[in-house]
């Protein structure tokens, strides 16, 4: 034991000891920086809310136009945004769930469904969000849609996709994503458990689901089921930006990145090799004394300008989720296809070659080296057809199109959609439908117009289905 | 008092935070979306401003001389981490670290008002304006240690000892550097990425660069704050709080496994980028090509 006046010296060394280094943390701004510099170029599975699973319109070129890749990657200006209020308050839950798989190693900081709620006082309507493809519970465009319901007075519940390693791991019963039926399954029993386990037993009076992008046919998949289950009591969903077949959009999307960035090793290197260049020579000449998150978003307008960078950008932040998604798949049905099944990797190993031959798999990859072996071992009977066949937000059957408590929202030049698609959705959805004319995937989401037609379709009192 | 100062660290580490068996609740600060808003417009608005006025400048330091960085100058993918095992380990323990005592408390920390925060970071970004201004001047760089100079006697004159942030007002946006620059500037190469305890991400030279920061300071004891005062202890807490508020990051939010190779990536070509800045300058740091970026 320390005499008291030692044991004093000591204490108030330690912390003298910590500020400055941490002041090296703060000066790289981490966080920020990484948000921003992943802006640029969607390296990261966080920023890849962006987008869907998209397919590209228009054959010659397999690209969008112009203003429609740069809504996509810009997302709604700031000052389009819808008034928000002062403040939501938010509480992260982390519910463990009973039918969880063993936890990989390797991603042991996985072992809990991590949540996000916003309670409102006394008695309201509950709003359960879902992220789209790769994000997690409380992405940038959760936030956005977080702020409006909460304004418009819903308690707000959001979740990750059940494509978000953090989903794959703590809620799915296969550890394989990407199956609408079967994520919707995991999803339903995960948000019937999570319900059970709110914090002050907030007072519910009735529950509608939405959710943008590949999170829009997740929360229309909840209500099907629970029009089985009756377990939520699910009133309306309104789906944003949602596609409308998944799979068969895979060679699209794998062409969208082959074009924009050419073969995944030497194609990736070329692209990182011009944005370090660009970024120095910017840097260079700017102000700026470090590299640091204002320097960035500046840089990012100077930096994307053609429309094969912004499709890079876009093609990227999805190669990226699905890297992710990918090991999971491999690791959890032991495929072999990246990871050594007999030895797995722990969480010392080194996975930079992993992580270099994860970024190379398409979609195809995906659903030839994982997803379907797996599918048609569980499966008896069932053929690859099938597989691509139930993954189509058609297939989910006539309940969703005859049920005239589900809206979309969508736009006239979203990527993820073809022409036919969309013809579908206005077609099959008429009425329950708003078209806006610009946007691309995600690009309007938050904005005034989005965000009114939303709460008046949750209200059930929209009124906009003829214009 | 003391014991004072204890219990309101216990409360400010525990607020908010409950855990029972199968679920943890925890109370993140408030969302403010019209405050995010309205932010989001002005930052809009100063790049549009800023790409308006973007006539490229003459500036301070000469920078138009050196050849630009082409695509071939670009480091490799690759960075050169031979204690990666220990690194991961340690980027471990700083994510518990971070869970269990660090984020708490910076949460606590973002429930004050908004005005007594920044008072509390202009106040500490103020002081350290010397360590920037000496150095600027290590690295000749006379006119950013102008600047930080002239921000140091600006605010904590007008900016009542550096709790407002007058300097900005005038138009002298906040730049700071540290003696791992200084170290690059002289002909270091950043050498092995290495993840330090409770801080994170760094390189041989950073490190090195944090001792010379941290003995400058120490040295210098500025305001007797860091060494002669009784309670400089607190001053240190205050400062590391104060500067984890500030970073909005949270490990292992992407759930990924590759959560350290890609910050790895990120931190060490931010690194590299500034470097090349300082090569414009004239820095004698010779470009590491065919090897792992950093070695």
Not at chain 2, 62 to 77: E, I, K, Q
């Amino acid at each position: 034991m320390l005499p008291p006046c030692q044991a004093r010296a000591v204490a108030a060394r330690i912390p003298r000891m910590m500020k400055l280094p941490i002041r090296l943390l703060s000066r790289h701004r981490l966080g920020a920086l990484l948000a921003a510099w992943l802006t640029i170029s969607g390296a990261m599975p966080v920023a890849a809310d962006q987008s869907g699973l998209p397919t590209t319109r228009g054959p010659a070129s397999g690209l969008a136009d112009s203003a429609a890749l740069r809504a996509t990657v810009f997302g709604t200006p700031p000052d389009q945004l819808a008034d928000g209020p002062q403040r939501v308050p938010v509480k992260e839950i982390e519910v463990r769930m009973p039918w969880m798989r063993p936890l990989p190693r390797v991603l042991w900081f996985n072992e809990r469904l991590r949540v996000w709620f916003s309670p409102q006082e006394g008695e309201a309507p509950l709003a359960i969000v879902i992220a789209g493809t790769g994000a997690d519970g409380n992405a940038g465009n959760i936030r956005l849609l977080r702020g409006a319901l909460y304004g418009a007075g819903y308690h707000v519940l959001s979740l990750p996709s059940p494509t978000h390693p953090g989903f794959i791991s703590a809620a799915s019963s296969t550890g394989v994503a990407g199956d609408l039926g079967q994520d919707g399954e995991d999803l339903y029993r995960a948000v019937v458990r999570i319900l059970a386990h709110l914090p002050d037993a907030p007072r519910i009076s009735h529950v509608d689901a939405l959710g943008y992008s590949l999170g829009g046919a997740n929360a229309a998949t909840l209500k099907l089921i629970d029009a089985r289950e009756h377990k939520l009591g699910i009133r309306r969903v309104l789906m944003i930006n949602p596609p409308v077949s998944l799979f068969s959009s895979i060679g699209r999307l794998d062409r969208l990145f082959a074009q924009a960035i050419g073969p995944a090793d030497s194609g990736l290197e070329h692209l990182y090799q011009r944005l370090y260049a660009e970024l120095a020579n910017l840097y260079r000449v700017s102000d700026a004394v470090q590299v640091d998150e204002t320097f960035l978003y500046g840089a990012a307008a100077g930096i994307l300008r053609s429309d094969d960078e912004f499709s890079a950008a876009i093609a990227l932040n999805f190669r990226l989720a699905l890297a992710n998604m990918f090991f999971a798949g491999d690791l959890y049905t032991r495929a072999g296809a990246v990871v050594d099944p007999k030895d797995p990797p722990g969480p010392g190993d080194p996975l930079e070659q992993t992580w270099a031959t994860l970024r190379g798999k398409t979609f195809a990859d995906y659903f030839n080296e994982v997803f379907a072996p797996y599918y048609l071992k569980q499966r008896a009977g069932t053929t690859r057809e099938a597989l691509v066949a139930r993954n189509r937000l058609d297939s989910l059957g006539d309940a969703l199109l005859t049920d005239l408590d589900c809206y979309v929202q969508t736009n006239r030049d979203d990527l993820i959609l073809d022409r036919d698609e969309l013809a579908w959705l206005e077609h099959g959805f008429a009425g329950r439908i708003a078209v806006y004319e610009h946007g691309g995937h995600l690009g309007n989401i938050g904005s005034r117009e989005q965000v009114a037609d939303m709460l008046a379709m949750l209200e059930g009192r929209w009124t906009g289905g003829g214009r | 008092m003391r014991r004072a100062y204890t219990a309101v660290f216990a409360a400010a580490m525990l607020a908010g935070c409950t855990s029972t068996g199968n679920v943890r609740v925890r109370d993140l600060p408030d969302d403010r979306p019209a405050e995010s808003r309205a932010m989001a417009i002005e930052a809009a608005a100063r790049l549009a401003a800023a790409q308006e006025a973007e006539a490229p400048r003459a500036d301070e330091e000469p920078t138009a001389l050196a050849p630009p960085v082409t695509p071939a100058d670009a480091p490799s993918m690759r960075t050169y981490d031979p204690f990666e095992r220990i690194n991961r380990s340690m980027y471990r323990f700083n994510a518990h670290f971070d869970e269990s005592v660090f984020l708490p408390v910076a949460n606590g920390y973002r429930r004050l008002p908004r005005p007594l925060r920044s008072g509390v970071h202009n106040f500490f970004g103020n002081l350290g304006e010397i360590g920037s201004t000496l150095n600027f001047a290590l690295q000749g760089r006379p006119v950013y240690g102008l600047r930080a100079l002239g921000r140091f006697a600006i605010n904590s004159t007008l900016g009542v000892g550096g709790l407002i942030d007058v300097a900005k007002r005038m138009k002298l946006p906040r730049a700071a550097t540290g003696f791992g620059t200084t170290l690059a500037k002289w002909g270091m190469r950043p050498g092995p990425y290495i993840v330090l305890p409770l801080i994170g991400p760094s390189t041989l030279r950073d490190t090195a660069g944090l001792g010379g920061d941290f003995g400058l300071a120490w040295g210098i004891d500025a305001g007797g704050f860091y060494r002669s005062s009784r309670n400089s202890w607190m001053f240190g807490v205050a400062n590391s709080i104060d500067l984890r508020a500030h970073i909005d990051f949270r490990y292992y939010e992407t759930g990924s496994a590759f959560e350290y190779d890609t910050i790895r990536f990120l931190y060490m070509r931010q690194r590299l980028l500034e470097d090349e800045k300082l090569r414009a300058e004239g820095a004698n740091l010779p470009r590491s090509t065919g090897t792992p970026a950093g070695q």
